[in-house]
Nanobody
Framework: QVQLVESGGGLVQTGGSLRLSCAVS????????IGWFRQAPGKEREFVVR????????YYADSVKGRFTISRDNAENMVYLRMNNLKPEDTAAYYC???????????????WGPGTQVTVSS
């Protein structure tokens, strides 16, 4: 099993910044990719960004490219999502997930954290 716990969400004004954290523990040797997804009320879960477990490869959704940055602390098994220039449409519950292959499809991820809420006020 792999356990993930997100933190760092909150309420921020348009144009503001937040840094989300994802703590990964358990059988991490089975993890290939960590992805961040988000889900707004009434909408489907949406891919945001993913990073290889080694930290060497990243891939961003077009909607966040240039504003969000994913990074990884190998020593601490942490993954971070720095979000700048936030917009009201970024409002959602944000989830980190662990998977065995590089993908933007949420169904490819086996392990999920409980999520953290990000709300961007206009």
């Amino acid at each position: 099993q792999v356990q993930l716990v997100e933190s760092g969400g909150g309420l921020v004004q348009t144009g503001g910044s937040l840094r989300l954290s994802c703590a990964v523990s358990g059988r991490t040797f089975s993890v290939t990719t960590i992805g961040w997804f988000r889900q707004a009320p009434g909408k489907e879960r949406e891919f945001v960004v993913r990073i290889s477990w080694s930290g060497s490869n990243t891939y961003y959704a077009d909607s966040v490219k240039g504003r969000f940055t994913i990074s990884r602390d190998n020593a601490e098994n942490m993954v971070y999502l720095r979000m700048n220039n936030l917009k009201p449409e970024d409002t959602a519950a944000y989830y980190c997930a662990a998977g065995g292959r590089s993908s933007s499809d949420y169904q490819r991820y086996s392990y999920w954290g409980p999520g953290t809420q990000v709300t961007v006020s206009s």
